[in-house]
């Protein structure tokens, strides 16, 4: 039996993150792991997941290969504010996840390793937490995530010894028509350090992949003497790796309800989370009510007592106040909403300030792109912004201004002050309305 408890059991680990795959399934120029889910890359939401394990990792390496710069790019670009850093090491050659693990064991620092695919985005840290003390608790050589699934998937069937060990992955389930429940394998694992080195020396190229596959650390493992053990995991769903565009439909679907739920636990009312989308990083106060049919991109803030939908569309970076009422048919893309703004029906608002309790009237346009560049309009407290108008940026209206009805404003528009026409005039016999409505 191999000796691998010599000296204290330590509680920190290294993570090994394995992201180097070109995914091929997947028919697409990308490399898999940077495929967008609910509007992050599927490398997100593991980094993510083990940046939040302060208590346990204290180390995480990447192991990258197919387009290494751009993902070694995209996962620096969320996590460079991190104070836990990312390490990468490159994997030449595609040669399995066994030679992708030896690419990264001279970085590891920790006498205890989590191993796992960056495709697996389902994965809470919850989960990993609990394998963790699972894995330290039984003091094994190695352990792994396992699950019940009867559909038919890409993952390894686990075979148990007499004594209802793991000692061996088989590759690849086949699928059961009769719908039996097969233990499967996750591809996450815990390993002691010289158990996990002394075995990937021994895996051999498999004969018709011609890789070196981790899974065959198992049954070096077991035939050796060590202890393998397995965590079984109630929630299969959670071990979903995406391999193809089905896959990742089926994770978004997936992601987009436990988002959903995140934010009606915290009083957010969502009239039908099934044709709600909101992707990963959105913000939204109580007391909102989003209705069906609502697209809330990633960076959006969200306050509390506002009305959203439905059919709108509420790009990334939008600032929406509380009490404000974005109604049905509306795209708002980078842009500022007041408290208390009103705009119920069909228009769209692009690099657009508006103040409070403005109202916008139903089909208003701003034009913000000139065929070269955006422009930025501004649209100050207490203005009303009359049907079908078009404000042409860079562009101003001041507060408590008025526009009319089919109003195409083409310049500045002064404070309390009416303009109506093509191209918009201000309107003299107005001027006795606009400066009783001065406070």
């Known amino acids: 039996m191999l000796d691998i408890f010599n000296g204290a059991m330590k509680r920190d680990f290294t993570a090994i993150v394995l992201a180097a795959g070109k995914g091929k399934r997947m028919r697409s120029r990308h490399p898999k792991v940077l495929h967008r889910l609910a509007g992050k890359p599927l490398i997100y939401y593991v980094l993510r997941e083990l940046m939040g394990m302060r208590r346990y990792i204290k180390q995480i390496v990447v192991v990258v290969g197919h387009k290494n710069k751009n993902v070694e790019e995209a996962a620096r670009k969320y996590f460079s504010h991190s104070r836990k850093k990312l390490d990468f090491v490159y994997q030449n050659q595609p040669l399995g996840t066994a030679d992708a693990v ?51 998937n890409d993952l390894g069937s686990v075979l148990r010894d ?3 060990r793991p000692c061996a ?3 690849k389930l086949d699928f059961n028509p009769q719908g039996i429940l097969a233990e499967v394998n996750s591809g996450i694992y815990c390993f002691k350090r010289d158990a996990l080195l002394q075995s990937i020396k021994k895996i051999e190229k498999n004969a ?8 065959d650390a198992i049954q070096i493992l077991s035939g050796a003497g060590c202890r393998i053990e397995a965590y079984l995991l109630d929630d299969s769903e959670q071990i979903l790796g995406i391999n193809t565009q089905h896959h990742l439909r089926r994770a978004e679907k997936a992601l ?59 790009r990334e970076g939008c600032r929406i106040k509380d009490n404000a009422y974005l109604g ?15 705009m119920k029906h069909l228009g769209y608002l692009g690099d657009t300030s508006v103040g409070d309790n403005v109202n916008i009237g139903a089909g208003t346009v701003v034009a913000n792109f000139d065929g ?11 203005s009303f912004i009359g049907c079908d108008t078009i404000l042409i940026a860079p562009l101003k209206v001041g507060k408590g201004a008025f526009t ?7 310049r500045d528009v002064g404070a309390y002050t009416v303009v109506a026409g093509v191209p918009a005039r201000i309107l003299k016999s107005a001027q006795k309305y606009t400066s009783k409505t001065k406070r």
């Open 102 to 152: 030896r690419c990264a064991q001279q970085k590891v620092k920790c006498d205890d390793i989590l191993i796992m695919c960056a495709d697996t985005p389902l994965i809470t840290r919850t989960t990993l937490r609990s394998f963790i003390s699972f894995f330290l608790r039984k003091r094994a050589a190695c352990a792994l995530i396992t699950a019940y699934r009867s559909d038919k």
């Open 162 to 164: 007499s004594k209802g």
């Open 169 to 171: 992955v088989k590759e």
């Open 208 to 215: 018709r992949k011609q890789e070196y596959f981790l899974t």
């Open 256 to 314: 987009r309800r436990k988002i959903c739920d995140q934010f009606i636990a915290r009083g957010v009312n969502i009239i039908d989370p099934e044709s709600t989308f909101i992707e990963e990083g959105a913000k939204i106060g109580k007391n909102t009510y989003i209705y069906p049919f609502t697209f809330i991109e990633k960076n959006v803030i969200i306050g509390s007592n506002c009305t959203l939908g439905p059919f709108i569309h509420v």
């Open 328 to 342: 049905n048919f509306v795209e708002i893309c980078r842009s500022k909403i007041g408290k208390g703004v009103r």
């Open 372 to 382: 070269k560049k955006k422009h930025k309009t501004f649209i100050e407290e207490d």
């Open 404 to 410: 009319g009805a089919g109003s195409v404003v083409t």
